[in-house]
């Protein structure tokens, strides 16, 4: 099977970009996806992964990522093929400290305060990219900028000191999909797609990495799991809401991204008969994101409750609704988002 994929940003750069050929794994040969565990001996294996131009799915404290060396453009587009993206959208690069972050993009004041106070942890910075970053180009999509993060989680911080080199990492989920937050999941949606996942447990967080672009004046290009007020008081400024939806048109932006294969009803006070209710607060739930009404515990549920309730034969699931507070403004994105109606290209996929 072969498939053209065009670049989707860089016409905004002005200059055309070659389409570029990705061929998909035939049937017959479609790999045998090796499970390690969260040990010495695992971590070694996952970094020679890496080093060799494989695919990894890793833990990360918000979702499971599926890396792969940034440097190395043919494991980079192995990145798009796995995940069934009809385009390239830019990806999240993930390093093991300021300094590696520094030797790829343009650092300034405002990102070195927000990385004394945030990293490691979920929030990615948007910075321009230096040249000669011997990053691929399919990373950025070719977009002037990059979006980079060291994460905290343990077992991803041992594996990024170890491979000793950028990592660009998705969520570790076929495109259009609902993100990972467990070993599980991964395997569930790409068994055989890919080279290894690592299993940390859960995701502790549970949702993706708050992006703040900082080529202007900082700015929420996705609400995601560190609240901006937070945020807000580190910079001791309000953030510029920018969502990338409005400027990026790639399928991660698309309004169905994180879909389930069961429809979403939100806001709903009530499971309707055929319907499996996903609740908050004190509600007759299926399953509850937080009976006490925790916007944190919430978030760290979202993702493996959905995948749960998929699972269940039903086709609606109803959602009660959620505060939009907080991380309840991260959660009801990525609910809407799960609910919008699907583009036939994603449908296809
Ligand atoms: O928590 C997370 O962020 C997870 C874990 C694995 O780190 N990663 C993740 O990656 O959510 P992904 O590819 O599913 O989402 C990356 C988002 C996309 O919406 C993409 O458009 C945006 O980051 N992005 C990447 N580079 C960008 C850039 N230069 N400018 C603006 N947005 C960018
Ligand atoms: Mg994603």
Excluded at 93 to 102: K, M, N, R
Aim: with cysteine; charged share 15%.
């Amino acid at each position: 099977l072969r498939y053209l994929y065009d670049i989707a940003a860089p016409q905004r750069l002005g200059k055309p970009v070659a389409p570029l050929q990705i061929t998909l794994r035939h049937r017959r040969d479609i790999m045998q996806t090796a499970q390690l565990p969260a040990t010495p001996h695992g971590v070694a294996a996952a970094s020679r992964v890496l080093a060799k131009g494989g695919l990894l799915a890793f833990p990360t404290e918000t979702v499971y990522g599926l890396g792969a060396d940034a440097r190395n453009d043919h494991a980079v587009a192995r990145i798009f093929a796995a995940k069934g993206r009809p385009s390239f959208n830019p990806l999240i690069v993930h390093v093991a400290s300021i300094s590696a972050a520094q030797a790829l993009v343009v650092w300034t004041a405002v990102a070195t305060k927000l990385a004394a106070q945030f990293w490691p942890g979920p929030m990615t910075l948007v910075l321009p990219l230096k040249p000669d970053n011997g990053l691929s180009a399919l990373v950025t999509a070719n977009l002037p900028s990059l979006a980079i993060r060291i994460p905290a989680n343990p077992l991803a911080r041992d594996l990024l000191d170890q491979f000793g080199g950028p990592v660009a990492a998705p969520s570790a989920n076929p495109s259009g999909r609902i993100s990972p937050t467990t070993a599980r999941h991964v395997i569930r949606g790409l068994d055989g797609q890919i080279d290894a996942v690592i299993d940390g447990g859960d995701c502790a967080v549970g949702l993706e990495s708050t992006i703040i672009g900082l080529e202007k004046t900082p700015t929420l290009l996705r609400p995601g799991g560190l609240a901006s007020g937070p945020i807000e008081a580190c910079l001791g400024q309000p953030l510029t809401h920018h969502h990338i939806s409005d400027t990026l048109n790639a399928p991660g932006q698309m309004r169905s991204h994180y879909a389930p294969t069961a429809r979403l009803r939100l806001n709903a006070t009530s499971a309707r008969s055929g319907e499996v209710l996903l609740g908050f607060g004190d509600v007759p739930a299926d399953l509850n994101l937080s009976a006490s009404r925790d916007l944190v515990e919430a978030a760290a549920n979202l993702f493996r409750h959905l995948h749960t309730l998929d699972t269940r034969a039903s086709e609606v699931i109803a959602v009660s609704p959620i505060p939009k507070t907080g991380l309840g403004l991260a959660i009801n994105d990525r609910l809407q988002r799960a609910a919008a109606p699907r583009p036939e290209s994603e449908a296809a996929l």
